[in-house]
């Protein structure tokens, strides 16, 4: 029967069970829940940490990245301005382009 009264096949709503629902919990599953909520707790603390870590694990990789990018650049900058001064060297001086490093042997 119906809460209503009329013999249907619906189930009565939850709250006519609401006085049973909270009397009928042991204790043992009182204490698996908390249990559960506790480890729920700790879980959700431990992603919350390794989110952090793998944060600051990318900002650190990304710092270095930047870094090496900017040593790269230098070491590019450096070596395009030595370029720069041989070129002016040679514009300079014409005699400089036949004079080599080394006497050149004439057989």
Excluded: S
Excluded at 57 to 68: I, L, Y
Excluded at 88 to 107: F, I, S, V
């Amino acid at each position: 029967m119906c809460w209503c009264g009329d013999p249907c096949k619906t189930p009565p709503p939850l709250c006519d069970f609401e006085q049973w629902i909270d009397t009928e919990i042991k204790p043992q599953n009182k204490e698996r829940l908390e249990y559960m909520r506790q480890w729920d707790a700790e879980r959700k603390e431990k992603i919350e940490q390794r989110r952090k870590e793998e944060a600051a694990e990318k900002e650190h990789k990304a710092e270095a990245e930047r870094r090496r990018v900017a040593a790269y650049r230098e070491e590019r900058e450096r070596k395009l301005e030595r370029a720069r001064r041989a070129k002016a060297a040679m514009e300079e001086n014409l005699d400089a382009q036949r004079k080599g490093k080394w006497p050149r042997c004439t057989q």
